[in-house]
């Protein structure tokens, strides 16, 4: 079985300072690890994505992310956020499962961005 | 350009009426899926599909049906839409590793 947990359901920064979106999982296997943004009425967009490559990923729009095995989490963080960057966020676990990824979602991050 | 697309983007229907909302991708993916997204509940997998002729259910399939009788599209359908099922869907196919998300439905059902 797996989980995610996104432990703040909202966060909110002012423009110009750092964003720290949090995110932990439990996998029995080696996940793979993602994270979407979904701005407002909007779909879903891959903001970058964690594969057993490099533990620290960098994605679009200066975000990135760190896999941290040892404590279990995959923290998205931008070192100056932008009102653009106002959307919801999902973190996501997917591991391998009867030939198939078995994909599941946290349950979200609004992120506020205060000018 | 590689897409999901998703018909129809937004639909109100009535209780008892039935309705299917569609999906197609232009990638040849085997695996696509439908997700319900519900506010603070984040995205829930309805049914998935590995590839043709091969769908099971996801963690909320109750009241949900679906096909895959082509490679390309994977419908989702409704055989008696209740209140409860008012919420904005996702369909996905993924290659091995990334998943591409629809445009999403938006679904009020009175």
């Known amino acids: 079985a797996q989980s995610v947990t996104q432990l703040d359901s909202h966060v909110s920064v002012s423009e110009g300072t750092p964003v720290l979106l949090r995110c932990n999982y439990s996998s029995s296997y080696s996940p793979s690890l993602f994270w979407y943004v979904q701005h407002p009425n909007k779909g879903l967009q891959l903001l970058l994505k964690?594969?057993?490559?490099?533990?620290l990923v960098k994605g679009i729009n200066g975000f990135e992310a760190e896999f941290k095995k040892s404590e279990t989490s995959f923290h998205l963080t931008k070192p100056s956020a932008h009102m653009s960057d106002a959307a919801e966020y999902f973190c996501v676990v997917s591991v391998p499962s009867g030939g198939y990824q078995k994909v599941t979602f946290g349950t979200g991050t609004k992120l506020q961005v205060i000018p | 350009e590689a897409q999901v697309t998703q018909n129809p983007r937004y639909l109100i229907t009535v209780t008892g009426k039935k309705l299917t909302v569609t999906c197609s991708q232009n990638?040849?993916?085997?695996?696509m899926s439908w997700y319900r997204q519900d506010p603070g509940l984040g995205l829930r997998q309805i049914y998935y599909s590995m590839n043709v002729e091969v769908t099971d259910k996801g963690d909320v399939p109750e009241g949900y049906k679906v096909s895959r009788k082509e490679k390309r599209n994977f419908p989702l359908i409704l055989e008696s839409p209740s209140p409860n099922q008012t919420s904005l869907y996702f369909c996905?196919?993924?290659?091995?590793?990334?998943?591409?998300f629809g445009p999403g439905t938006r679904l009020l059902v009175l």
């Open positions: 964690y594969t057993s490559a490099a533990t």
């Open positions: 996905a196919s993924s290659n091995s590793e990334t998943q591409y």
């Open positions: 990638m040849n993916h085997e695996y």
